[in-house]
């Protein structure tokens, strides 16, 4: 049993039924919250230290990164059954898919910064950081999630069940109720 599996296993009723059911997009989750976690740190350090005045560069650079984190993770344990592509057909899928999920990441920052003017001197300093945690970091995260998940099931891993499940035995299977 995986790692993911045993700790799914240990929920609470009705929450690991639910969980089991949807291991795939709780996996897509965890992967997230790793990369977001890359992302931030890299965007805030960017930021703060040697793109002081270009935070959208910033923005950018910290979710290209966590993007090369995020595909060697979803491929090989969010979506590790599906496929249906030849790696480097694949691999261009998600980083054309990645590519859009990054424009639609930095354009809540840019709108913030550009647009609304959120930044000094027209605001504080505080309601600066604030505005370009909320637009990038929230707001634009959430965005390119939703756009993410969609298009890699339908693009990028489009077949479930094309490559085989490693490592999960039938009394595994019978165990988690996937028999």
């Known amino acids: 049993m995986s790692l993911g599996e045993t700790v799914i296993s240990r ?3 009705p929450i690991r039924s639910i969980a089991l059911k949807h291991r795939e997009l709780v996996k897509f989750a965890l992967v997230g919250g ?3 976690v890359i992302d ?3 965007f805030v350090v960017l930021k703060t230290t ?24 979803n491929r090989e344990w969010s979506f590790k059954t599906r496929g249906g592509r030849e790696r480097h057909h694949e691999a261009a899928l998600f980083f054309l898919v990645n590519g859009i999920g990054i424009v639609l990441n930095s354009m809540p920052l840019w709108v913030s ?3 609304f003017d959120l930044e000094e001197p027209f605001v504080s300093r505080a309601v600066q950081e604030i505005a370009d945690f909320t637009s990038a970091q929230i707001i634009g995260t959430l965005v390119a999630m939703a756009f993410r998940w969609y298009g890699y099931k339908k ?9 085989p499940r490693r490592g999960r035995s039938t009394e595994d299977e019978e165990m988690l109720g996937h028999s």
């Open 50 to 73: 040697v793109l002081l005045e270009k935070p959208v560069t910033a923005k950018i650079i910290a979710t290209l990164v966590a993007t090369i984190v995020s595909y060697v993770l």
């Open 155 to 163: 693009w990028v891993f489009p077949e479930a069940d094309a490559r």
């Open 11 to 13: 929920f609470p009723e």
């Open 113 to 115: 910064r550009y647009v």
């Open 40 to 42: 931030t740190a890299i």
């Open 34 to 36: 790793t990369c977001f």
